[in-house]
């Protein structure tokens, strides 16, 4: 069984520039979650899906991030415009049904911000 | 926000001993726990889930949950230089996703 990929893998940027991240699931895991990792710190949940619906994007900082997970399958993450402090691990993770806990996590990818 | 805290270390330990991971949270209707390794520049592995109280075993890692103190712990017995990682205690959410610590950098010297 295939992984949880993401691409890319690595992003620098300026800041004030836009960024696209993507994640594609483990064939048929309906819940799909963005977390941010900054360095030293613990995941932290940016927004969850089941299927294409949101279930919680209480932690999105909405006027700079978006998301969409179009057909209830691929999904990406968007930021516009970058800040210094969007500098992190993006990390993409999923799971077969919200009721299973266990959580397949992607790679992730590294954005630094300059 | 529901907390949950670790001690981020390092907790430096010699290779054959118990290494002992403590994480408390916050919300007390949390049904599930999990601990997580993450090796640097990689992503978080599941290694134990716990839900009742008590201990429970694999392999080398015992996990051990005490709902009452709002406590989790995980003990690494006989542990090996490749344990050394960081270790992220996480709690289920009431929406399902997971509440992570900020993890406890684990060094086990040969």
């Known amino acids: 069984e295939a992984g949880v990929a993401q691409s890319p893998r690595y992003k620098i940027i300026e800041k004030r520039q836009s960024v696209a991240f993507w994640c594609n699931p483990i064939?048929?895991?309906?819940?799909l979650y963005w977390y941010q990792q900054i360095l030293g710190q613990g995941p932290k949940l940016l927004i969850q899906?089941?299927?294409?619906?949101?279930?919680?994007d209480s932690q999105l900082p909405k006027d700079r991030f978006s998301a969409e997970r179009l057909k209830g399958v691929d999904s990406t993450l968007k930021i516009q415009p970058a800040k210094l402090e969007d500098s992190a691990v993006y990390l993409c993770?999923?799971?077969?049904?919200?009721?299973?806990?266990?959580?397949?996590f992607g790679p992730g990818t590294r954005l630094t911000v300059t | 926000q529901k907390e949950v805290e670790q001690n981020s270390g390092p907790l430096s330990v010699p290779e054959g001993a118990i290494a002992s991971l403590n994480c408390t949270y916050s919300?007390?209707?949390?049904?599930?726990f999990f601990w997580y390794r993450q090796y640097s520049g990689k992503s978080p592995e599941l290694i134990m889930s716990?839900?009742?109280?008590g201990d429970k075993e694999d392999g080398r890692f015992t996990a051990q949950l005490n709902k009452a103190s709002q406590y989790v712990s995980l003990l690494i017995r006989d542990s090996q230089p490749s344990d050394s990682a960081t270790y992220l205690c996480?709690?289920?959410?009431?929406?399902?996703?997971?509440?992570f610590g900020k993890g406890t950098s684990l060094l086990v010297t040969p």
């Open positions: 993770a999923t799971n077969k049904w919200t009721a299973s806990y266990e959580q397949y």
């Open positions: 064939s048929g895991h309906a819940t």
């Open positions: 899906f089941q299927n294409n619906g949101v279930v919680d």
């Open positions: 919300d007390r209707v949390s049904q599930s």
């Open positions: 716990i839900y009742s109280n």
């Open positions: 996480a709690v289920i959410n009431s929406g399902y996703a997971l509440n």
